[in-house]
């Protein structure tokens, strides 16, 4: 059986981690993860064929090729691997988690160093118990600053994430109605969240804090944070600002000691304001001048189905599918009703991972968006359908039959909002719009 430290020095020379036979690089270690319908030890010499260095497996049967290395469990393996080779870095590591904004503020942070370090950011969505170790992992020689995205749907798991990523600093974006199933409820919520609080302050760590979040002023007292640095819209913050519209792209202007800033971000939502301050709290106290702060912020464009206003032949569309829960899917709401347009569509898709509480939530959201001023409202999927019968609206049981009816009724000449959970796979309807 290999240690860390042997497979370590294989990683020193062969620095790509691959994990699929479909996306093999040359020289690269393959590591044969196992997941619910597979099992990748058996592709070791597949990959090894197509030019891997070496494969890493926990399953003796398929140990046999020479380039094949023998570990306990591939998975606690890599973790370990990552951990390890985050030991040996001296570079500030930002970690971020949070209920909703958390890509988008990872990327606006990523767009904000990236005018003065060589900066990493997590890519995509990688941001679980295999995607942090791969992060990490992709941490190499001139690399200044990293930004680790980590998500969690249960308690221990951000500790767990922290432990691989030893984050230096922390941002927590917000806390909201999310994964209320896996975390038991909004109090379990917060606790989970809480957890990068508390490495933060066992390791002397510095968090970036919303003064103007009651949930996270809490949590960070009762985490006796010692080194905090505040943003928020009062003056008393270290970072302040104030929103001046968002209709529907976002002007604002930023205040840093004495001195006011305008500011424009190519994104739309007044949610997304409190995201754009967090990533000039950070671009300051890092040390970059207001000029570079506002050069990142208006150079950055949102490709990722967050918060993306996407012009079509016939309407304009908010793209907000990649993912959605009752906090975020309120915020959309309430930024539609906001905006100016002759007419308005809200197509909004299932919520997922609310246990006990998914009636109750998806009901409030039926509520929200029947009193949003909006000029049609279509809801799809199981959870919302069940209230077909005791509300008005279009309701649907899934994208499918949603297509067709928008197939025959044409929407043209409208802002539309289309979001829900990204297991309704929504972006299937953005050809018809």
């Not at 691959?18 to 690269?28: A, E, F, L, P, Y």
């Not at 942090?132 to 680790?148: F, T, W, Y």
């Not at 990142?296 to 569309?317: I, M």
Request: charged content about 20%; proline content about 3%.
């Amino acid at each position: 059986m290999a240690t860390t430290e042997q497979l370590y020095q294989h990683y020193l020379k062969h620095p790509t981690i691959c994990t699929d036979t479909r996306t093999i690089v040359k020289g690269c270690l393959f590591f044969a993860l196992k997941g619910d319908k597979f099992d990748a030890n058996t592709f070791a010499e597949q990959a090894i064929a197509e030019g891997a260095a070496f494969a890493i497996v926990d399953n003796a049967d398929f140990a046999q090729h020479t380039q094949c290395i023998l570990v306990p469990d591939v998975l606690s393996t890599l973790q370990e691997l990552a951990k390890h080779h985050r030991k040996q870095l001296d570079i500030p590591v930002i970690g971020l988690t949070g209920s909703n904004g958390k890509t988008t503020t990872k990327e606006l942070i990523r767009a904000v160093l990236a005018e003065r370090y060589e900066t990493f950011a997590t890519k995509g969505n990688l941001n679980n118990h295999i995607g942090v170790p791969l992060s990490i992992l992709s941490l190499q020689q001139g690399v200044e600053i990293a930004v680790i995205e980590m998500g969690a749907n249960h308690q221990k798991e951000i500790e767990f994430l922290c432990e691989i990523a030893q984050p230096t600093h922390g941002l927590i974006t917000n806390i909201g109605m999310a994964h209320l199933d896996g975390f038991g409820g909004f109090e379990g919520v917060k606790k989970g969240k809480a957890e990068l609080f508390a490495y933060l302050k066992a390791h002397h760590g510095i968090a970036f804090i919303n003064r103007n979040n009651p949930y996270l002023l809490e949590m960070s007292a009762k985490a006796d944070l010692n080194k905090v640095v505040y943003y928020g819209t009062e003056r008393e913050n270290t970072i302040s600002g104030k929103l001046q519209h968002s209709d529907p792209l976002i002007a604002f202007e930023w205040t840093l000691k004495e001195n006011t800033y305008q500011a424009k971000a190519n994104l739309t939502g007044t949610y997304n304001f409190e995201n754009i301050l967090a990533a000039i709290c950070i671009g300051y106290f890092f040390e970059l001048t207001p000029t570079a702060i506002n050069k990142g912020l208006a150079d950055y464009f949102p490709v990722n189905n967050r918060s993306q206003l996407t012009k079509t032949e016939n309407n304009t569309v908010i793209c907000d599918f990649y993912n959605a829960n009752p906090s975020s899917m309120t915020a959309a709401l309430n930024n539609l009703k906001s905006l100016t347009a002759p007419h308005k569509t809200a197509i909004i898709g299932d919520m997922f991972e609310l246990g006990a509480q998914a009636p109750l939530q998806h009901e409030d959201i039926i509520k929200l968006a029947l009193s949003s001023e909006i000029d049609t409202v279509i809801f799809i999927g199981a959870n919302f359908y069940a209230f077909k019968d005791l509300y008005e609206g279009f309701f649907f049981n899934d994208p499918t039959t949603a297509a067709a009816y928008l197939k025959e009724k044409a929407i043209k000449e409208n802002l539309v909002l289309l979001k829900g959970s990204r297991g309704m796979a929504l972006e299937k309807l953005l050809p018809l719009l």
